[in-house]
């Protein structure tokens, strides 16, 4: 017999509250959460946006109504501004009543062309729900491989999501929800300085000679010089890969191998000045940013008083490929109308398709897409720069340095990022075409950054070998792990599987590795991919080194490491290994794939690989 089930009664709440958090790497799970809370403020909610780790998780216990936006990185890893949130919410002596009180709905973007799609809003919908959390909705599982990306999901999920918290929150009496076509107060006011207030310009872009107070950070970046900057693939190689080294003496910088460096990198001077001739903005006006509502941060790359060329320079990522929301705010701002159709157009739902061929296809930037819209670009509104367009992100790369070997120095392993769409103009990565650019031996160059903790943790035994898998820049973590343990005198060897094109054209660091190879300091084992008939990669010499690897894994406990591009040969990394435990250990296949995830556990396996 079917029974009707009530809906739940409306919930009361004294302050119509809401809390959207997010993890975010590459900016596209953040753009969403804050058009939820754009959407939250449109149905009389007073809603916070924050990243995960920004936000104190002790406190989720008091909190009503919560939507979680979260990406998916690497190999199932959580984006790095939600890892300490991470690390708390499964800590395993949290009561199964923690978040009884918590209506909460969880928004994921992944990609399905990788074998853990989407798991992190998977495993985080799961516990939410173990630790009393009332689900509004199924999880939403936003993936990059759909012809409209993940808007396809997210569209009808937040349709219902709001249905379902209408009807437990509904709006108060004689309120209705604020049509789309009003645009809502933006985050920042500019109040502009005249002359006599003093010209703050670069007031926060020269170091202090004598070094800084605080650890560097985000908010506090050491302005580092640039030593060096060395192509090492040649001339004639379609890659162009530079070992770029920065001098950190004063910094108070410490770090270890498997160490991360964070650079903040800038815009160019000829985008910057494109930018502000479309937009008609004065360069050297200076200003302060006033938040419009309590409680909302300031850009940490902009000092209190800036200059309209710090601003765009130095915080508005104008080369990025803008999101569905830059098309929303644009619209409001129209006054043309056959501009302000198309913008709308982009902006609908029914327009996913379009904006994807207009824009994502043939990634499109910003600065292009303003040039395509110039009626409009003309009109935007200063106080809408920064809801309008995200700030630049930092950009992180493995050190490929130790201390011990180049003290007070760090140096990276850069891929200077060139490739070519229907669009006549080559796209280029923003911070590989800003660092690749500089001369140091011409000029003095300084490049904000800092230094976080890396995810790969070598072993301090002594004894301990280490099985390191790196192709292309991957390696660039293992030339930090080998100088340090050959400094430290760790006996336990150093065997090093390197992937690349051409011998004679992007073999990185060929001498340095060969060098310690005569010493008896490294084995070396190189997967050239091109120069032979068939492809060659890391996969096929760990299959070839079996008795080697599982000598050194079984019978020597080996950690084996590996790090690079994360679409497809982690996966056939994982096989080889398997392979290897099956015909030398004699392993079932289950058993291999048990002994694999066994590794990974007591974390003698570890992987750190990007998108």
């Given at each position: 017999?079917?029974?009707?089930?009530?809906?739940?009664?409306?919930?009361?709440?004294?302050?119509?509250?809401m809390?959207?958090?997010?993890?975010?790497?590459?900016?596209?799970?953040?753009?969403?959460?804050?058009?939820?809370?754009?959407?939250?403020?449109?149905?009389?909610?007073?809603?916070?946006?924050?990243?995960?780790?920004?936000?104190h998780?002790?406190?989720?216990?008091?909190?009503?109504?919560?939507?979680?936006?979260?990406?998916?990185?690497?190999?199932?890893?959580?984006?790095?501004?939600?890892?300490?949130?991470?690390?708390?919410?499964?800590?395993?002596?949290?009561?199964?009543?923690?978040?009884c009180q918590?209506?909460?709905?969880?928004?994921?973007?992944?990609?399905?062309?990788?074998?853990?799609?989407?798991?992190?809003?998977?495993?985080?919908?799961?516990?939410?729900?173990?630790?009393?959390?009332?689900?509004?909705?199924?999880?939403?599982?936003?993936?990059?491989?759909?012809?409209?990306?993940?808007?396809?999901?997210?569209?009808?999920?937040?349709?219902?999501?709001?249905?379902?918290?209408?009807?437990?929150?509904?709006?108060?009496?004689?309120?209705?929800?604020?049509?789309p076509?009003?645009?809502?107060?933006?985050?920042?006011?500019?109040?502009?300085?005249?002359?006599?207030?003093?010209?703050?310009?670069?007031?926060?872009?020269?170091?202090?000679?004598?070094?800084?107070?605080?650890?560097?950070?985000?908010?506090?970046?050491?302005y580092?010089?640039?030593?060096?900057?060395?192509?090492?693939?040649?001339?004639s190689?379609?890659?162009?890969?530079?070992?770029?080294?920065?001098?950190?003496?004063?910094?108070?910088?410490?770090?270890?191998?498997?160490?991360?460096?964070?650079?903040?990198?800038?815009?160019?001077?000829?985008?910057?000045?494109?930018?502000?001739?479309?937009?008609?903005?004065?360069?050297?006006?200076?200003?302060?940013?006033?938040?419009?509502?309590?409680?909302?941060?300031?850009?940490?790359?902009?000092?209190q008083?800036?200059?309209?060329?710090?601003?765009?320079?130095?915080?508005?990522?104008?080369?990025?490929?803008?999101r569905?929301?830059f098309?929303?705010?644009?619209?409001?701002?129209s006054?043309?109308?056959?501009?302000?159709?198309?913008?709308?157009?982009?902006?609908?739902?029914?327009?996913?398709?379009?904006?994807?061929?207009?824009?994502?296809?043939?990634?499109?930037?910003?600065?292009?897409?303003?040039?395509?819209?110039?009626?409009?670009?003309?009109a935007?509104?200063?106080?809408?720069?920064?809801?309008?367009?995200?700030?630049?992100?930092?950009?992180?790369?493995?050190?490929?340095?130790?201390?011990?070997?180049?003290?007070?120095?760090?140096?990276i392993?850069?891929?200077?990022?060139?490739?070519?769409?229907?669009?006549?103009?080559?796209?280029?990565?923003?911070?590989?075409?800003?660092?690749?650019?500089?001369?140091?031996?011409?000029?003095?160059?300084?490049?904000?950054?800092?230094?976080?903790?890396?995810?790969?943790?070598?072993?301090e035994?002594?004894?301990?070998?280490?099985?390191?898998?790196?192709?292309?820049?991957?390696?660039?973590?293992?030339?930090?792990?080998?100088?340090?343990?050959?400094?430290?005198?760790?006996?336990?060897?150093?065997?090093?599987?390197?992937?690349?094109r051409?011998?004679?054209?992007?073999?990185?660091?060929?001498?340095?590795?060969?060098g310690?190879?005569?010493?008896?300091?490294?084995?070396?084992?190189?997967?050239?991919?091109?120069d032979?008939?068939?492809k060659?990669?890391?996969?096929?010499?760990?299959?070839?080194?079996?008795e080697?690897?599982?000598?050194?894994?079984?019978?020597?406990?080996?950690?084996?490491?590996?790090?690079?591009?994360?679409?497809?040969?982690?996966?056939?990394?994982?096989?080889?290994?398997?392979?290897?435990?099956?015909?030398?250990?004699?392993?079932?296949?289950?058993?291999?794939?048990?002994?694999?995830?066994?590794?990974?556990?007591?974390?003698?396996?570890?992987?750190?690989?990007?998108?």
């Open positions: 017999m079917n029974r009707m089930v009530s809906p739940p009664p409306p919930k009361m709440m004294a302050a119509r509250k809390l959207v958090l997010y993890g975010s790497q590459t900016g596209t799970a953040q753009d969403n959460a804050e058009r939820v809370g754009r959407e939250a403020k449109r149905r009389h909610f007073h809603c916070k946006v924050e990243a995960l780790d920004d936000y998780v002790a406190n989720l216990i008091n909190e009503p109504l919560v939507v979680f936006v979260c990406a998916t990185t690497g190999q199932g890893d959580p984006p790095d501004n939600m890892k300490n949130f991470w690390k708390f919410l499964f800590r395993k002596n949290l009561p199964p009543t923690s978040l918590m209506d909460y709905a969880v928004l994921g973007l992944g990609d399905s062309s990788y074998p853990k799609f989407n798991f992190v809003a998977k495993k985080l919908h799961r516990r939410l729900l173990q630790l009393g959390g009332s689900p509004l909705a199924p999880a939403a599982l936003g993936d990059d491989q759909h012809d409209l990306g993940p808007d396809a999901v997210i569209e009808p999920w937040l349709l219902n999501l709001w249905d379902k918290i209408l009807a437990l929150y509904p709006l108060p009496p004689g309120l209705r929800v604020i049509s076509d009003i645009p809502l107060p933006p985050k920042y006011t500019f109040q502009f300085l005249d002359e006599a207030s003093g010209d703050p310009r670069r007031a926060r872009l020269q170091p202090e000679e004598d070094g800084l107070s605080d650890a560097p950070s985000e908010g506090n970046p050491f580092a010089r640039m030593v060096s900057n060395q192509r090492v693939t040649s001339e190689h379609f890659q162009d890969v530079r070992l770029i080294e920065f001098d950190i003496t004063g910094s108070g910088i410490e770090y270890a191998a498997g160490d991360v460096v964070m650079i903040q990198p800038h815009n160019g001077p000829e985008e910057v000045r494109l930018f502000c001739d479309l937009l008609r903005l004065d360069q050297d006006a200076c200003f302060t940013l006033r938040p419009t509502e309590a409680g909302t941060s300031l850009p940490a790359h902009l000092p008083a800036s200059t309209v060329r710090d601003l765009v320079t130095h915080c508005l990522d104008i080369t990025c490929v803008p569905r929301s098309f929303e705010f644009l619209s409001h701002f006054p043309n109308d056959l501009e302000r159709s198309k913008l709308q157009e982009f902006s609908s739902a029914q327009g996913q398709e379009e904006r994807y061929a207009y824009c994502n296809r043939p990634r499109r930037t910003t600065l292009e897409v303003l040039c395509d819209f110039p009626h409009t670009t003309c935007i509104p200063w106080n809408y720069l920064l809801d309008l367009i995200p700030q630049i992100r930092p950009r992180a790369f493995s050190i490929a340095s130790s201390t011990l070997v180049h003290p007070n120095r760090i140096q392993l850069l891929a200077v990022v060139q490739y070519k769409t229907i669009l006549t103009k080559a796209r280029r990565g923003l911070c590989s075409t800003w660092l690749a650019s500089f001369n140091p031996q011409n000029e003095v160059v300084r490049v904000p950054l800092w230094v976080k903790k890396g995810t790969l943790k070598f072993p035994e002594p004894g301990a070998p280490v099985v390191m898998i790196g192709p292309g820049t991957g390696v660039a973590v293992f030339r930090a792990a080998i100088q340090e343990r050959v400094a430290q005198r760790k006996t336990g060897g150093n065997c090093l599987f390197f992937g690349c051409n011998r004679a054209r992007d073999f990185y660091c060929q001498a340095e590795w060969e310690l190879v005569e010493r008896g300091l490294l084995a070396l084992f190189v997967a050239f991919s091109r032979q008939e068939e060659v990669y890391v996969q096929h010499r760990i299959r070839e080194k079996k080697l690897v599982w000598e050194l894994v079984e019978h020597k406990e080996a950690h084996v490491y590996l790090s690079g591009n994360a679409k497809q040969m982690p996966e056939e990394v994982a096989e080889a290994l398997k392979f290897v435990f099956q015909s030398e250990g004699g392993l079932s296949a289950p058993e291999a794939e048990e002994y694999l995830a066994r590794l990974a556990q007591t974390h003698r396996f570890q992987a750190e690989t990007w998108s």
